[in-house]
């Protein structure tokens, strides 16, 4: 499942959420640390995983 990365804009808190595709289209992603919903979304690498060796 896809891992998305959040900054919340109150108390500065890092944080990962993982959801499916339809979760994220959904959800109302909230700090963990304050409850705060003034959560941005933060750009990060990803890893693709196959099931071959190459």
């Known amino acids: 499942?896809?891992?998305y990365a959040y900054l919340c804009s109150q108390?500065?808190?890092e944080?990962?959420?993982i959801?499916?595709?339809r979760e994220y289209k959904t959800a109302k992603?909230?700090?963990p640390q304050c409850n705060s919903p003034e959560v941005k979304q933060?750009?990060?690498s990803f890893i693709s995983k196959t099931s071959r060796k190459s």
């Open 1 to 3: 499942m896809p891992t």
């Open 11 to 13: 108390c500065g808190h």
């Open 15 to 17: 944080f990962t959420c």
């Open 19 to 21: 959801m499916s595709f």
């Open 29 to 31: 992603v909230t700090c």
């Open 42 to 44: 933060q750009m990060t």
